[in-house]
């Protein structure tokens, strides 16, 4: 079992930055990536991007790409987010995957219970 407890969701306003973490604890050897989704109201889960747990590659979505960087230390996974949009608006979560092939945006097997970002006008 992985466990994933997500902190530093809040209010920002458009152009302003945040910095999401992901903290991952249990068997933490068993983790091959951990990825980072979103979800909007009304609107399906969304990949966002991922890191793999060695070696530190970093995979993004379009829609976020060059905004947004995920990085690693230790246990922690940070997603931080520059020039923020309010269609950043969602619930952020972070999932932990197992399997070792590279189509980072499906295949997770634990998550964490998500945090709130809105993103202001």
């Known amino acids: 079992q992985v466990q994933l407890v997500e902190f530093g969701g809040g209010l920002v306003q458009a152009g302003g930055s945040l910095r999401l973490s992901c903290a991952a604890s249990?068997?933490?050897?068993?983790?091959?990536?951990i990825g980072w989704f979103r979800q909007a109201p009304g609107k399906e889960r969304e990949f966002v991007g991922a890191?793999?747990?060695?070696?530190?590659d970093t995979y993004y979505a379009e829609s976020v790409k060059g905004r947004f960087t995920i990085s690693r230390d230790n246990y922690r996974v940070y997603l931080q987010m520059n020039s923020l949009k309010p269609e950043d608006t969602a619930i952020y979560y972070c999932?932990?995957?197992?399997?070792?092939?590279?189509?980072?945006?499906?295949?997770?097997?634990?998550w964490g219970q998500g945090t709130q970002v809105t993103v202001s006008s």
């Open positions: 999932a932990a995957r197992m399997r070792y092939d590279r189509d980072y945006a499906s295949g997770y097997s634990y």
């Open positions: 890191i793999r747990w060695t070696g530190g």
């Open positions: 249990g068997r933490t050897f068993s983790i091959s990536a």
